[in-house]
């Protein structure tokens, strides 16, 4: 080949190579970039769920403490407030970058929270001696539980521990041999933090029916799998609760279920965008509710947080809506797959009626108020209407017992 033409093609061979280079090199730089806005946001979102967390558990250590000297009506009021920041702080706990090694004792401590709490709100009237006991036993272990997480915040806010990414626990991606985990610690005071035993109330009227009720988890497992789809036998049990259900892990998803149907679902991924549109994911929704066994649910509102949109939905009693059962659903906006879920707790039974009409039911509402509309409800098992009215520049809602006209509650809203 004549040499004239060799040069000319080694000189153009010399420029697409340095071109590809810098290419290259921008879209490295790129995504480079790309990846440390994802990492530095997972890594916050990860520290404000463990702040969470802290808090939650400390609102339940305050709540057993008032819990102690609770009479009447307040008992099950303060269980009920106990139950919700016991569900709040194993929410939060269950989207850190842990394994279940390193909580092992939290999620056991946790558990039986949950159960006991759950079981003196099903309870009426005042709180036996021996369960005053439990809940003194409950409450100083929450304390002390609580001082040890507000330590490990306060230690991760001055930069002595470090927030656990799930890519270095990868065995060619190892921390800083001077980087000190928050895992790590979290362990080492796991180790140190005394196991509760036994709550003798809890154990006398629960346990017996619990024991026999979750004796086998083949029937939850499979409603499990068969909800996500999957094959039984990569779903890994986890924790047992006292009513019979089981918990259970796929990687970064964890499902409770009971021998009929799965009850809460949790993905704890962080959803990176939001590509999917508003319709589309509610459309997504409806269609895991459907599959899950809750077809006859209305939608009743949205909220969006980050990527994630959650629906929630009330069940129908015939053309009224039951706010005893509600449900909610959150689907990631990245991929249109559902990452939270909460069944309902109980379906509508039986026929309701509505002995008042609307008009005759409106007798209850100030004079000053004008009605903008009005809906058929169950609420607290009642028959109810709900009146949505205007007073100046406020908006209010009222509850109105359908059979007896009398006020059962009131919301006021800004305009």
């Not at 036996?128 to 409950?138: N, T, Y």
């Not at 928050?182 to 017996?208: D, M």
């Amino acid at each position: 080949m004549n040499p004239r033409i060799l040069r000319k093609l080694r000189r153009v061979g010399l420029v697409y190579a340095a071109a590809a280079i810098v290419t290259l090199s921008l879209l490295a730089a790129i995504h480079y970039a790309r990846l440390g806005s994802f990492r530095t946001a997972a890594r916050y979102s990860n520290e404000l769920s463990f702040e969470q967390s802290a808090a939650a558990v400390g609102a339940l250590a305050d709540t057993l403490k008032k819990s102690r000297y609770a009479t009447g009506d307040l008992c099950r009021s303060l269980s009920s407030e106990a139950y919700a920041e016991a569900c709040a702080a194993k929410a939060a706990l269950a989207t850190l970058p842990f394994s279940t090694v390193e909580m092992e004792r939290t999620d056991r401590f946790l558990g039986t929270a949950l159960d006991f709490v759950h079981g003196l709100c099903a309870g009426s009237g005042e709180f036996s001696d021996e369960v005053r006991e439990d809940i003194l036993r409950l409450s100083d272990a929450a304390s002390g539980y609580s001082a040890m997480l507000l330590e490990m915040r306060d230690a991760l806010a001055r930069g002595e521990l470090e927030m656990d990414s799930r890519e270095k626990r990868l065995r060619n991606v190892m921390p800083h041999e001077e980087q000190k985990l928050l895992s790590a610690v979290f362990w080492e005071a796991e180790q140190n933090f005394p196991l509760l035993g036994e709550l003798r109330s809890y154990t006398v009227a629960e346990a017996p029916a619990a024991s026999s009720a979750s004796a086998d988890s083949s029937a939850a497992r499979s409603a499990a799998a068969k909800l996500l789809g999957v094959s039984e036998d990569v779903l890994r049990e986890e924790y047992r609760y006292a009513d019979g259900s089981c918990a259970f892990n796929r990687g970064s998803v964890l499902v409770r279920a009971d021998d009929e149907r799965v009850l809460e679902l949790r993905d704890s991924r962080l959803v990176s965008s939001g590509d999917v549109s508003d319709k589309r994911a509610a459309e997504k929704a409806r269609d895991f509710l459907a599959a899950a066994g809750y077809e006859d649910m209305s939608e009743s509102g949205r909220t969006r947080e980050g990527n994630v949109l959650t629906l929630h939905f009330l069940a129908r009693a015939g053309d009224a809506l039951c706010t005893d059962c509600a449900a909610e659903v959150g689907v990631a906006l990245d991929n249109c797959a559902v990452v939270s879920f909460r069944a309902p707790e109980r379906m509508p039974e039986g026929a309701w009626s509505w002995p008042l009409d609307p008009e005759a039911a409106k007798a209850a509402l100030p004079d000053a108020l004008s009605v903008l509309g009005q809906r058929k409800l169950v609420s607290g098992g009642l028959p109810c209407y709900e009146y949505r009215c205007v007073d100046g520049e406020r908006q209010v809602r009222i509850l109105v017992d359908a059979q007896y006209g009398r006020e059962l509650g009131i919301e006021i809203e800004r305009r």
